[in-house]
């Protein structure tokens, strides 16, 4: 079983910067892509980042510029750092990381709620 524990989630006004981290646990082979999606009332989950064990990175367009994926492949964590943060960017995140336990399979984390004030 692995565990996904994310933090770093909060209130903000616009134009502030917020950074999320996501830590794996438990027992498992190796990871592959870790990511971050999110979900705005009303709306469907979407990716927002995504980084693979390589390094190789991709995002949405909306966040293109303001928003940086990274990892510490060593702590198994991955991080979202925000910045010029948008009313818009208003959500809950979720971590994402494909996992070889086994077998590959999708873990999410509770999620986390960011809200960007106007």
């Known amino acids: 079983q692995v565990q996904l524990v994310e933090s770093g989630g909060g209130l903000v006004q616009a134009g502030g910067s917020l950074r999320l981290s996501c830590a794996a646990s438990g027992v498992y082979f190796s990871i592959d892509t870790m990511g971050w999606y999110r979900q705005a009332p009303g709306k469907q989950r979407e990716l927002v980042a995504r980084?693979?064990?390589?390094?190789?990175?991709n995002c949405a367009d909306s966040v293109k510029g303001r928003f940086t994926i990274s990892r510490d492949n060593a702590k198994n964590t991955v991080y979202l750092q925000m910045n010029s943060l948008k009313p818009e960017d208003t959500a809950v995140y979720y971590c994402?990381?494909?996992?070889?336990?086994?077998?590959?399979?999708?873990?999410w984390g509770q999620g986390t709620q960011v809200t960007v004030s106007s």
């Open positions: 980084i693979t064990s390589g390094g190789t990175t």
């Open positions: 994402n990381c494909n996992v070889d336990s086994g077998r590959w399979y999708d873990y």
